[in-house]
């Protein structure tokens, strides 16, 4: 059979049985769900290893301990975030306007998965939408299909063993373009969960169907002279090396305040960067994209290193991340972009207001509404960078990778990070479960409407001369009728 008819016919078959298995599972109680989905996330993070070294075998992507820690993120710390959230029949009553908000479930969520976050993205994204009491089918990256259907067999065979309905979370395995375009618009999808490349989502919003769509991270990194520097330098390369930079809010250019720049650099060589000379940095800008600027997918996830090697130079041994020094951003310069991979770039600004400037001008060369970092003690600094940035996630002396996930700070912990209007999405929240419920109200009358409601709607505006004549002429005439 033609592959791709194949494919659109698994399509239909999974959202059918999604859509007849939600239909049961809307009913469920909170009891029910919640049960379902502790049993979903025990089973993740048991699979946390195993699957992690699959994902990172299966696409060559990252490293598969850092997959393992992702993996236990998607399921154990998602679960824990969500757990006591109310997603069944009344969730809030506000007794003085006397109304009740219902929570009411979406149906099929089309979920499309992308290759460097392929099993903790298919954790994550289940264990929101079952919590919700929605169905789920995953459209996997085609590099990562073995990989994410294992995920979601996983979390399908844990959840009808605590009594979920079979076919409540489904997965395509024979993957093609037209496969996930008819899971897409299926008239039964409801809703779609899009995480990945630019295509993608412009694809999810193009079908007509509610979508959160999640683009492109750029994500700079301002270092303040009243930062702690130490600190700074070991998180700034770790969070670069984590999983060889394939989260979308890993740091993609540090910004150094000049007093402070050269002690910097050294403290980052010291945890195992190596700044590139001009020569190394040009061979970069050819290695790392394609002359039309799209990703050198051969590059994509790996180590320094091998990186490097590609690009034609060697680096020492115990080298974690590439350190390019730019001065211009924008389309002049490739490596102002998104980097999906360890190379990050390196500018130098004089003061908090030019660190301000290379921040958003390299947010707007691809980052628009996704993170930034800062790293700083001074607080007036730290809330001028808060207000003025056009991003709805500013990390404060963390990592982005793990800070703007919600690991290592106090937003919502989620695989799904959403830009806003300014990056094209329609919130800029970490997505989470809340997100796939609707809520009805249940108001009660607060007060008497105003007497102005009963009115026959005749006009109260003053009447025209001859009017007045008319209605005076009619008097009279009952007037002297009457007597």
Not at 49 to 62: F, P, S
Not at 374 to 400: H, Q, S, W
Not at 444 to 471: D, K, Q, V, W
């Amino acid at each position: 059979m033609d592959k791709d008819l194949a494919s659109i016919q698994e399509a239909r078959d999974l959202v059918a049985a999604a859509h007849a298995a939600w239909e049961t599972w809307s009913r469920a109680s909170q009891e029910q769900v919640d049960r379902v989905c502790a049993a979903m996330a025990e089973a993740g993070f048991q699979a946390a290893e195993r699957l992690g070294r699959m994902a990172q075998e299966e696409t060559g992507y990252g490293v598969a301990l850092h997959k393992k820690l992702k993996n236990e993120f998607g399921s154990r710390a998602v679960w824990e975030s969500i757990r006591d959230l109310k997603t069944v029949g009344v969730i809030r009553h506000d007794p003085a306007r006397r109304l009740y908000e219902i929570a009411w479930p979406m149906g099929v969520v089309a979920a499309l998965v992308p290759s460097t976050n392929p099993t903790s993205t298919t954790f994550f994204k289940t264990l929101i939408a079952v919590k919700a009491r929605n169905a789920i089918v995953f459209s996997p990256h085609p590099s990562a299909a073995r990989c994410t259907y294992e995920a979601a067999q996983t979390m399908a065979l844990a959840a009808e063993n605590a009594g979920a309905p079979g076919g409540l979370i489904g997965c395509i395995r024979q993957v093609t373009l037209p496969g996930t375009q008819e899971l897409m618009t299926h008239r039964q999808t409801a809703v779609i969960l899009a995480t990945g490349g630019t295509p993608m989502v412009r694809a999810a919003h193009s079908t007509g169907k509610p979508a959160y769509g999640v683009g492109p991270g750029n994500v700079p990194v301002y270092v303040d002279r009243s930062a702690d520097l130490e600190k700074a330098a070991r998180y700034i390369v770790a969070s670069k090396a984590f999983d060889y930079s394939t989260i979308c809010a890993t740091e993609q250019a540090v910004i150094a305040d000049q007093p402070i720049a050269n002690q910097l650099a050294e403290l980052m060589q010291a945890e195992g960067a190596y700044f590139t000379d001009p020569q190394q940095t040009e061979a970069l800008r050819r290695t790392v994209f394609h002359p039309d600027g799209s990703f050198n997918p051969k590059v994509v996830g790996k180590s320094a290193a091998f990186v490097a090697e590609v690009a034609g130079f060697s680096v020492p041994l115990r080298t974690r991340v590439l350190v390019t020094p730019l001065t211009k951003v924008g389309r002049e310069e490739p490596l102002s972009q998104e980097k999906m991979t360890t190379v990050l770039g390196w500018y130098v600004a004089d003061g908090w207001e030019r660190g301000c400037e290379t921040s958003i001008a390299v947010i707007e060369a691809g980052g628009l509404g996704h993170t930034q970092i800062i790293y700083a003690n001074d607080e007036k600094v730290i809330m001028a960078f808060g207000l003025e940035k056009p991003v709805f996630r500013i990390l404060v002396n963390t990592m982005g990778t793990l800070g703007a996930i919600g690991l290592t700070s106090g937003v919502m912990p989620s695989l799904t990070l959403g830009p806003g209007g300014l990056g094209g999405a329609i919130t800029g929240d970490n997505v989470t479960a809340y997100h796939l419920i609707n809520v009805k109200r249940l108001a009660y009358e607060t007060m008497p409407p105003p007497a102005e409601a009963f009115s026959t709607g005749e006009s109260l505006s003053s009447p025209a001369p001859e009017e007045i004549e008319r209605i005076v002429r009619q008097v009279v005439n009952e007037i002297l009728g009457s007597r």
